[in-house]
């Protein structure tokens, strides 16, 4: 069974949440303290608001943002520079029995919310929970 088939669409295992929030917890903890010494990355507070993992645990995806968005482009590439280093100071610190290979994605989450915030507030859409909601109160019990 290939990879990407096994648990294809399923929720991930307990292992991997666990696997997945001790390395977010390390990663952000390594770039808040600025272990890396990276001007990009020293000019900028970066949050990692989520970890994936694979299910095979050998792979790692890093969810990051810069604080206001800015720059994430070159975040994403000064990160990338620096895998190497980052991946052997997280398996010294979570004691993992192999050390998963990262890789580094914008966090596109708050984008998300956004255009749903966006939607929400169209005029065609407040129209419409406008009336769901005076539909709802004129409902008998």
């Not at 398996?91 to 596109?108: G, S, T």
């Not at 956004?114 to 019990?141: C, F, M, Q, W, Y």
């Amino acid at each position: 069974m290939s990879r990407a088939h096994h648990q294809h669409g399923s929720a991930p295992s307990q292992r991997m949440l666990r696997v997945a929030e001790l390395i977010r917890h390390t990663l952000s903890d390594l770039l808040s303290r600025s272990v890396v010494n990276d001007p990009v990355l020293e000019g900028h507070v970066i949050t990692v608001p989520d970890v994936r993992m694979s299910p095979d645990l050998k792979l790692a995806t890093a969810f990051v943002m810069p604080l206001g968005g800015k720059d994430i482009n070159s975040v994403i590439a000064a990160l990338d520079r620096h895998k190497k280093f980052l991946r052997g100071e997280i398996a010294q610190r979570i004691h993992l029995r192999y050390a998963p290979d990262i890789r580094f994605k914008a966090d596109e989450s708050f984008d998300y919310g956004d255009k749903i915030d966006a939607l929400l507030a169209s005029p065609n859409v407040r129209r419409d929970l406008d009336a769901t909601e005076g539909e709802a109160h004129n409902t008998p019990n």
